[in-house]
C-alpha cells in the first residue's frame, strides 16, 4: 500500500533553517506492507542504492543513520528507526519491534515499513503536530516521526506497566505458574522495547549532530530536537523503571508463591490434626473388647458428640497460638 502526501512547509517562521529556505513544500511516500520489487522500483527512480530498502524486511535490524549522495549530488539521509508493535498484531500478550526505513532528502521523505495500519503511522499521516512545532523542513518532518514513534514506546509501556500491575496483584494469592508465564511474555517485551529507545535515542542525537555542523544557525534544530528529547527520555525512563520493577518482581514471585503454598500446606496439616480427634475415637470404639457405653441406648450420639467438642477445643487452641495466620 502506497500513500502520498504533499506537505506545505510554514515559510514565516523565524526559525526556518536555512536548508529549507529554497523549498516550499514536502513530498512524502509512505510504503506500506511492499513488495522487494515495489522498493527496488522507487528507490532506482531516486538514483539510489536498492539494498537500502531490504533493511525493511528484516524485523531484528537496528536503528541507525547513514548519508548518501547520488550521481546529481543530491544528498540523501537513511535512518532506520525501531517502532514497537503489539498483541493485536502478535499472538502473545507482548511487544516486539520492527524497522521503519526513513530516506531524507531536501523535499522528498520515503518510508517503509512491514505493517499496515499502526496507530502512530495514522497520527503521522493525518499531521498532527505538536503544538509549537512548526513544519519547516524535511528534517523538521522526521523529527515528527521521531515525536510519534517515541510516543508509540509511552503507549505500550504503558500498557506493560498495567500487566505488570496485574501480574503482581495475581502473584499476592497464586500458587500456579501462570502468573510466571506472564511475567516472562511482559519481560521480553519491555526488552524488546528498552533495546529500540536507547538505539533510537542514539541515531537522534547523531542526526543532530550532522545538522549542527552544516548549519551556522541551530536555534530551530535545537528548538525541534529539544521536544523530540523530551518524549524519547520519557520512554527511555518509563521503559527503565519498568525493567526495574519487573526484575525485584521476578526474584519476590518464587518467594511468595512458595509462602503460599507455606500457607496452604499449615492449613490442610490443621484440618488433618483437627480430623485426626474423631478417627481415633472411632478406631477406639471400633475394636472388638469390652468398651464404655457400649450397653448405653445413647452410646453412639455421645461418642459422637463428644469427638466433636473435642475437634473445636482443638481448632480454637489451634486458633489462639496462631497457626492459621
Known amino acids: 500500500m502506497v500513500y502520498q502526501k504533499v506537505i506545505q512547509f510554514d515559510q514565516e517562521n523565524q526559525f526556518q533553517d536555512g536548508l529549507a529556505n529554497e ?28 539494498h537500502f530498502g531490504e533493511y525493511v524486511y528484516d524485523q531484528f535490524e537496528t536503528s541507525w543513520i547513514e548519508y548518501y549522495r547520488n550521481d546529481a549530488g543530491d544528498l540523501f539521509t537513511y535512518i532506520i528507526i525501531q517502532y514497537p508493535y503489539g498483541h493485536e498484531v502478535i499472538s502473545e500478550n507482548t511487544y516486539h519491534t520492527a524497522p521503519l526505513v526513513i530516506v531524507m532528502g531536501k523535499d522528498l521523505v520515503m518510508t517503509f ?10 497520527d503521522i499521516q493525518r499531521l498532527n503536530f505538536p503544538s509549537d512545532f512548526p513544519m519547516t523542513s524535511a528534517y523538521a518532518f522526521v523529527m515528527y516521526m521521531f515525536y510519534e514513534v517515541a510516543q508509540a514506546h509511552i503507549d505500550a509501556v504503558t500498557i506493560m506497566h498495567g500487566l505488570i500491575k496485574q501480574a503482581e496483584e495475581e502473584a499476592r494469592h497464586s500458587t500456579k505458574n501462570n502468573v510466571s508465564y506472564a511475567l516472562i511474555n511482559v519481560n521480553k517485551g519491555l ?6 529507545v536507547h538505539n ?3 541515531t537522534l542525537s547523531r542526526i543532530n549532530q550532522y545538522f549542527n555542523q552544516l548549519e551556522n544557525d541551530t536555534r530551530y534544530q535545537e528548538r525541534v530536537l529539544n521536544r523530540v528529547q523530551i518524549e524519547m527520555n520519557q520512554a527511555v525512563t518509563m521503559i527503565d523503571n519498568d525493567m526495574a520493577v519487573i526484575n525485584k518482581l521476578n526474584d519476590m514471585l518464587s518467594n511468595v508463591i512458595s509462602n503460599n503454598l507455606n500457607d496452604v500446606m499449615k492449613r490442610l496439616t490443621v484440618i488433618t490434626i483437627i480430623m485426626t480427634v474423631p478417627t481415633i475415637t472411632a478406631g477406639l ?7 464404655p457405653l457400649e450397653d ?27 497457626l492459621f495466620k
Open 23 to 50: 523549498i516550499k513544500q514536502l513530498t512524502w511516500l509512505h510504503y506500506e506492507n511492499p513488495d522487494k520489487g515495489e522498493v527496488r522500483q522507487v528507490l532506482e527512480d531516486y538514483h539510489l542504492p536498492v
Open 113 to 122: 515499513m512491514n505493517h499496515t495500519n499502526m496507530p502512530f503511522m495514522l
Open 191 to 196: 526488552v524488546y522495547l528498552s533495546t529500540a
Open 200 to 202: 533510537n535515542a542514539k
Open 285 to 291: 470404639w471400633g475394636m472388638n473388647v469390652a468398651l
Open 296 to 322: 448405653n441406648v445413647h452410646g453412639f450420639s455421645i461418642i459422637l458428640v463428644g469427638s466433636i467438642i473435642l475437634s473445636v477445643i482443638i481448632y480454637f487452641i489451634i486458633d489462639r497460638i496462631n
